[in-house]
């Protein structure tokens, strides 16, 4: 059972509307990385955050998306405005350190944008 | 440019074989190479993982093969079984760097 827990599993927006997704990390888990898996299971980096810093992203991260991981409280990750290329399963993973351990993912948000 | 390339994309063995996922990378400061596994509906998990220290990890029927002169890895799985039939995602990532790049996926279906 996945301790990364993802909130909603799955939500529909129109095009233009705003999509929200939360991820509660593992706990103890400083870095959290979002990542967007298409129809064809290939894997997008979005974002990465330490603590409450992002680390890194990606230009249309930067541009469509906002997100946070505040302290106390669930990362989000937030679509500004849908658009139908934005339809994927977007997974939340966390890990102690930036790189050379282990992810740990959550179930993931499908986000279907109609 | 593409980080970590996989091959095949899908793969279909009989149950008992062996099948042998590639993998390559183009970074030569990658010093961490996972596999992860991603059932239907689920999400991945880690399966096993090398560091360039050693050109070889096993634990039970899965054996990871490296090869740092020509930047490649390869997962074996033994004796395979149709419960093994799940997508495989290698990746690899730097311990100086906080991003880890994951390979486009083998879809592995074994049958009985």
């Known amino acids: 059972n996945s301790k990364v827990i993802q909130t909603p599993r799955y939500l529909v927006k129109g095009q233009g509307q705003k999509a929200k997704m939360r991820c509660i990390p593992e706990k103890g888990h400083p870095v959290v990385f979002w990542y967007q898996q298409n129809k064809n299971n290939e894997f997008k980096f979005l974002i990465n955050f330490q603590n409450q810093e992002v680390l890194q992203q990606i230009d249309m991260t930067e541009k469509r998306f906002s997100a946070e991981c505040p302290s106390n409280s669930p990362c989000s990750l937030e679509i500004q405005s849908s658009e139908a290329g934005d339809s994927a399963l977007y997974l939340c993973?966390?890990?102690?350190?930036?790189?050379?351990?282990?992810?740990?993912f959550g179930e993931g948000s499908r986000l279907i944008v109609v | 440019q593409q980080q970590v390339r996989q091959s095949p994309q899908s793969l279909t063995v009989w149950e008992g074989e062996t099948a042998i996922l590639n993998c390559s990378y183009e970074d030569s400061t990658f010093d961490y190479f996972p596999w992860y596994h991603q059932f239907p509906g689920e999400s991945p998990a880690l399966l096993i993982a090398i560091r360039p220290v050693s050109n070889k990890k096993e634990d039970g029927r899965f054996t990871i093969f490296f090869n740092k002169r020509e930047k490649k890895f390869s997962l074996h799985i033994a004796d395979s079984q149709p419960g093994d039939s799940a997508t495989y995602f290698c990746?690899?990532?730097?311990?100086?760097?906080?991003?880890?790049?994951f390979g486009d996926g083998t879809q592995l279906v074994v049958k009985p």
């Open positions: 990746a690899a990532s730097e311990n100086s760097n906080n991003r880890i790049f």
């Open positions: 993973a966390s890990s102690l350190f930036n790189s050379g351990n282990t992810l740990y």
